[in-house]
């Protein structure tokens, strides 16, 4: 028989516990994946301990024999069963789950590492889709001045204790209709590292339309990671993303954003697309970014307002389901023949992952990270930016709002009832707080298409990386 467990991976600390564990077993072209939820190992099954599983927690041995003799050898059975128990007894399947005790235990205080500065709220596009009311979000159209920028660059040295790292990512908008405020806000936050024993890492999001040298120039030397927005195909890109005349951009910014690809040695950057209902088939779109020559690839689902045309529904999910898969398999076979690429939710690190604050609460919108506006507001995110009852402080007076800041801090997977039960509650760390809000009016309601959408992406990226490490 072959061994039950061909590899194991490592995510989480293991220390004894009592509560019964939690596993998750698919199969995905012939191959047979077991996850073990609370301590993070994968192994990898053959038919019969595959089936055995089915049985183990709910039969003795004996009757699971009696099941499964009319298919498989006696002894092979029982070696199988007695492989799994001894899975079992290292702690590698069936683990107890340490965090939900630990949690209440684990004190935090909360620290700021991070902004969103609305650079601009105002966009030289009209995306169909845009959660921003095209770039305004649901006000006036305005910029953020140097001065405010400067505020939110002493609010985040006073908010971030002693952490040195801290990250500035621009936003908008477009940030580049703004671009002489985002040169001084970072020449500011430089001059202010050695003095505050901070050290600033910056990124911006741009359309690209307005993209010139100039700013290449300026971002590659000053700006560690740029995200470059465009959705795929032209028909798809020009469906969803156009001027404010009506014109699609698909082939003013494609040179433009290759450049950049080149410039930064295909790295430190990503193409960043999102699919709706229009393109149900974005494993092309994927694909086609791929084939253009982009190394760094993003292209994730919208999230948008129910019958708005072109929001996903529950009978979508088959089709995506089936488009994950389809990448998936290209994914491996691209890799394995030399012509690699990086599919971000595809890219997901088996052998140490993310903090245990990270796999339990998430990005850590709303306490380690808040969003700024024009004016200096704060917000949890930016996706809450304008919802008055989220409002946070304003950098202008250096002030946060605490109750809010608790609110974030608390939630996590285990303040979710769907999360508790999840298997893929340590992977998507309980889901996006203002999708929740969008569609349940409350934070610690996972958005459920969110959801079906991230089991799958996971089910492929552990299935990629078993490919890849049996090579």
């Not at 911006?204 to 700006?223: C, F, P, S, V, W």
């Not at 019958?307 to 076979?333: H, I």
């Not at 707080?433 to 569609?439: D, V």
Request: with cysteine.
């Amino acid at each position: 028989m072959k061994q039950v467990s061909l590899f194991t991976f490592l995510m989480f600390f293991k220390e004894k516990g009592v509560k019964i564990g939690m596993i998750h077993k698919f199969s995905m072209f012939g191959t047979n994946l077991v996850i073990d939820v609370n301590s993070g190992a994968i192994h990898l099954f053959d038919n019969l301990s595959y089936e055995i599983l089915d049985h183990y927690k709910n039969c003795d041995k004996e009757t699971i024999v009696d099941r499964l003799t009319s298919k498989y050898d006696r002894n092979k059975i029982v070696e199988a069963i007695e492989e799994i128990a001894s899975l079992e007894k290292e702690g590698l399947l069936y683990s107890a789950d340490e965090y939900q005790d630990y949690l209440p235990l684990w004190e935090r205080k909360p620290v700021v590492k991070a902004l969103c500065l609305h650079i601009s709220h105002d966009c030289n596009l009209r995306c169909k889709y845009c959660f921003a009311g095209t770039g305004n979000f649901g006000g006036h159209r305005t910029h953020m001045s140097p001065e405010v920028g400067k505020k939110a660059i002493e609010f985040l040295i006073q908010q971030s204790g002693n952490r040195r790292n801290l990250e500035i990512d621009f936003f908008g908008g477009e940030p580049l209709l703004n671009f002489e405020a985002v040169k001084e806000i970072i020449e500011y936050a430089r001059s202010r590292e050695q003095e505050s024993n901070k050290k600033f890492k910056f990124t911006l999001t741009t359309n690209a339309l307005l993209l010139n040298e100039d700013h290449k120039k300026y971002i590659n030397e000053n700006i560690q990671n740029i995200v470059l927005s465009i959705d795929g195909r032209k028909e798809t890109n020009d469906r969803m993303r156009f001027r404010v005349d009506g014109r699609g951009i698909y082939e003013d910014i494609l040179p433009k954003i290759l450049e950049v690809a080149e410039s930064r040695n295909q790295d430190n950057y990503y193409v960043r697309g999102t699919f709706t209902r229009e393109n149900l088939d974005f494993s092309e779109d994927v694909l086609h970014l791929a084939d253009l020559g982009f190394k760094q690839v993003s292209v994730e689902p919208v999230v948008a307002a129910k019958d708005s045309g072109y929001d996903l529904r529950e009978e979508d999910l088959p089709k995506l389901y089936d488009e994950y898969e389809r990448l998936a398999k290209e994914y491996v076979s691209r890799i394995q023949n030399g012509n690699w690429f990086n599919f971000f939710h595809f890219m997901i690190d088996l052998s140490q992952g993310p903090c245990v604050a990270k796999r339990l609460g998430g990005c850590g919108s709303g306490h380690e990270y808040v969003a700024v506006t024009p004016e200096g507001d704060i917000y949890p995110c930016h996706q809450f930016v304008g919802m008055e009852e989220f409002k946070m402080g304003s950098v202008m007076e250096g002030e946060l709002n605490t109750k809010v800041q608790s609110t974030f801090k608390n939630s996590n997977v285990y303040t979710k009832e769907e999360c508790k039960q999840c298997w893929a509650k340590f992977y998507c760390s309980g889901g996006c707080a203002a999708n929740a809000f969008q569609f349940n009016q409350d934070i610690n309601i996972p958005y459920r298409i969110g959801c079906e959408l991230e089991k799958k992406r996971v089910e492929c990226a552990i299935w990629a990386k078993a490919q890849l490490a049996e090579e």
